[in-house]
């Protein structure tokens, strides 16, 4: 048996858009077992539970390029809380998931950079794997279709209330909302936004997280595609969060927050919002790993 652990992930933090991503303690589960014959998962829809699934996509993905025989017969089960289609990075902590069981079913030990480079065969922007591998903070880009990550630690004075509305925003449209081009002014406004928040958020310097936190090029325009945006900010602020942005493309919101407070705003937005989904979390410290027990 195989168990791997995946935390959520968010991406963009505002003006990171496709570059920076960020861990989150909110961790899914998948453990494999490979019985004499026959390929069964369970924990998912219906719909999921065969070869298609990501997670056995990236599993045999993965085994394929490390020249390793499938096995006769496999069970996946999958029991994760993080939402689908809600800007927590369901999608990259199954592909995380699966490479890091092919490379457990191998015995191969893979450095984290050969690690990426297979996740990377199913998910082209790397914002979102490669906190799910290195856990905490990190800024990614493609040189040449390499993947280089740039790892923060963040710091323990942060927590981070993660509003989960009870309702998508399809990544196809937060993608086509987006104009096609934008001015140099703003491009040098997210540049130097971009490095202060990274320090920020790995000093606990919240006064450089509110002036840096402050996007001009994907949430003015995807803001729209979520419908209590407006009053879910409000309240952040109002109630001492430091910064305030989308997860992803949404529709997941989130606040950074002094750990002294985030219990009474994770409070507050629950009896604002009873039928959402409203977590107080820290950053992940650990990216996906295999249960050794």
């Known amino acids: 048996m195989i168990r791997i652990h995946v935390p959520a992930t968010s991406a963009n933090l505002g003006v990171g858009y496709d570059c920076l991503g960020l861990a989150l303690a909110f961790e899914g589960t998948f453990t494999f077992s490979f019985p004499v014959s026959g390929l069964s998962v369970s924990g998912c829809p219906k719909e999921f539970q065969n070869r298609d699934n990501l997670v056995l996509q990236a599993f045999f993905t993965a085994l394929k390029q490390l020249g390793v025989e499938e096995p006769a017969g496999i069970h996946l089960n999958i029991d994760t809380p993080v939402p689908v289609a809600r800007g927590l990075g369901s999608s990259a902590s199954c592909i995380v998931a699966g490479v890091l069981a092919a490379a457990a079913f191998s015995k191969r030990s893979l450095s984290k950079k050969e690690l990426l480079r297979l996740c990377l065969l199913l998910e082209h922007h790397p914002d979102n794997v490669a906190p799910a591998l290195y856990g905490n903070l990190c800024s990614s880009f493609l040189d040449e279709q390499e993947a280089v990550t740039a790892h923060f630690q963040v710091h323990e004075r942060f927590r981070f209330v993660t509003i989960i509305p ?29 490095a202060a928040l990274c320090k920020a958020l790995e000093t606990g310097d919240g006064a450089l997280l509110r002036h840096a936190c402050k996007d001009r090029m994907q949430e003015p325009y995807r803001k729209t595609l ?15 969060a430091e910064t305030f942005f989308i997860s992803g493309s949404g529709s997941t919101m989130i606040a950074v927050v002094d750990r002294s407070k985030s219990e009474a705003l994770t409070e507050r937005f629950q009896q604002r919002y009873p039928d959402w989904l409203i977590l107080d979390l820290a950053a992940a410290k650990q990216g996906g790993y295999v249960d050794h027990e």
């Open 226 to 240: 979520i419908k209590d945006y407006e009053d879910v900010r409000s309240m952040a602020y109002e109630h001492g």
């Open 166 to 194: 009870d309702y998508e925003v399809r990544t196809a449209d937060a993608r086509a909302i987006l104009p096609d081009t934008m001015h140099y002014a703003d491009a040098t406004y997210q540049m130097g936004r971009c």
